[in-house]
């Protein structure tokens, strides 16, 4: 499985996080998906994701995609469910 960390701007409310997590586990090869609206991140994990599907699903909400973030030291946990 593997484990991506994009950033995205524009996301302020929890609806912005439900559409984001919704639109993006639409994509094949996508397993789950988890918006931290604090931080602008999204953390997307599946067998085969794919960085363009992803960044048209996240421009198509009228999002910012900024691309793929560096990794979290291991053993943090950063992320809001």
């Given at each position: 499985m593997t484990i991506k960390t994009y950033?995205?701007?524009g996301m302020t409310c929890k609806n912005c996080k439900a559409h984001v997590e919704k639109s993006i586990k639409n994509i094949t090869g996508v397993?789950?998906?988890?918006v931290d609206l604090?931080?602008?991140q999204v953390r997307v994990s599946g067998n085969e994701i794919n960085?363009?599907?992803?960044k048209q699903s996240v421009e198509d909400l009228?999002?910012?995609?900024?691309?793929?973030a560096h990794s979290?030291?291991?053993g943090s946990d950063i992320w809001l469910s």
């Open positions: 950033i995205v701007e397993d789950d998906v988890i604090a931080n602008g960085d363009l599907k992803v009228g999002y910012i995609f900024k691309g793929e979290a030291p291991r």
